[in-house]
């Protein structure tokens, strides 16, 4: 039974999460191979030994809809705008199409996406702008280019070229489009694998090294990334890992399997979410999709024999009462120490370590600080 799977996140790399509890996602015996959401409306990818690769989506009254047309197969791209993009093909042709959520009704691309005798493939959308790969076999040697285009403005631009000289070799991936931010993963002849990170309005991206294989990451809207990174071979230490600031294990995926995608979402309450894909490495219809929640726990603690508040922004800490607080993960708190009438504060404990009454702590994983006020001695 294929199922959604919710994984806690984890603070602290290298700890073992427990085990997640499963959520049903789908009443049927299918294989989830692709999975992205927004508000209330999730698609998906599900193959049976029938039928290999058809894409369906759950609106918010819990209709099921199956996208694309009879003797095709589907790779998900991103639902945006009340749109959803993705690729369809078959064994002549391949071609970038959308869906209108509501209607529920799709149309092909523009042709300046979908042109003759070439390849697009892996589309990824946000804010009316559709970003894929295009593969060029002709002129020699064949290249992989990195193209954005605007659905308003109906202009083409072409972010980066790649030319392949060996079999294979370079590998791209589109990871997600979320805002300005464009993320994709690349392999190159080395059997190096990077996470590269880009503004789409000023292309020049960022990359990560990761130790092992990365695969198809995503990226939140402040530009926080998020991929799975696997060993050198299926099954070997496969793990959800947040590659922004201090890299941080964020699930740790079961031994023997892999992963192949990961989606970051808003959820319709306003929870910022990760979709991956699990893959059984002994089974080629294992696939099973899986979320985490990336919150840090920040404890306050306060110490001296003086007394005083603290308060962060964004709010959640008021100490006061309330000490301790989750925040998204990667995200800055700036903590506040106001002492009492009759206090004074004295520092912060690391990790802030100042006597100023300000500290901006980014919340990596789950934290304690301590505030030591003191007493104001008369002279």
Aim: contains cysteine; proline residues 8%.
């Amino acid at each position: 039974m294929a199922s959604l799977l919710v994984a806690p996140a984890v603070g602290q790399t290298g700890s073992e999460p427990p085990p997640p509890e499963p959520e049903p996602f789908l009443a049927t015996r299918v294989s989830e191979s692709w999975a992205v959401a927004d508000g209330d409306y999730v698609a998906w990818v599900q193959s049976t030994k029938r039928r290999v690769a058809q894409l369906y989506v759950r609106r918010p009254d819990g209709s099921v809809v199956h996208v694309n047309r009879p003797g095709t197969h589907a790779v998900l791209g991103a639902i945006s705008d009340g749109k959803l993009v993705f690729q369809e093909f078959n064994k002549k042709r391949s071609v970038i199409r959308l869906m209108a959520l509501k209607s529920g009704r799709t149309w092909s691309a523009p042709s300046a996406i979908n042109k003759p005798r070439t390849h697009e493939y892996t589309p990824v959308m946000d804010n009316g702008r559709i970003a894929f790969l295009r593969w060029a076999p002709r002129p020699y040697p064949p290249s992989v280019d990195v193209m954005l285009y605007d659905l308003e403005t109906r202009r083409m631009r072409r972010l980066e070229t790649h030319r392949i000289y060996s079999t294979g070799f370079p590998y791209l991936q589109l990871g997600q489009l979320n805002g300005d931010h464009l993320v994709y993963v690349y392999w190159d002849r080395g059997e190096r694998s990077q996470v590269r990170l880009g503004d789409v309005t000023d292309w020049y991206p960022d990359w990560f090294d990761v130790d092992g294989w990365a695969w198809a990451p995503s990226v939140r809207n402040d530009g926080t990334v998020y991929s799975i990174v696997t060993g050198w071979r299926c099954g070997l230490r496969p793990r959800l890992m947040r590659l922004s600031g201090k890299p941080t294990l964020i699930a740790r995926l079961p031994d023997g399997t892999d992963g192949s995608q990961t989606y970051s979402y808003v959820d319709g309450g306003g929870v910022e979410r990760v979709l991956y894909q699990v893959d059984d490495c002994d089974r080629p219809l294992g696939s099973d999709v899986y979320r985490a929640v990336d919150l840090q726990t920040l404890t306050i603690l306060k110490e001296g024999l003086g007394s005083g508040t603290v308060t962060s922004e964004p709010a959640g800490i008021s100490c006061g009462d309330a000490c301790s607080a989750s925040f998204l993960g990667a995200t800055t708190v700036r903590l506040t120490a106001e002492p009492d009438l009759g206090s004074r504060f004295e520092r912060w404990g690391y990790p802030c370590r100042t006597s100023n009454t300000v500290c901006e702590l980014p919340i990596e994983r789950a934290e304690q600080v301590k505030a030591f006020f003191e007493p104001i001695v008369s002279p």
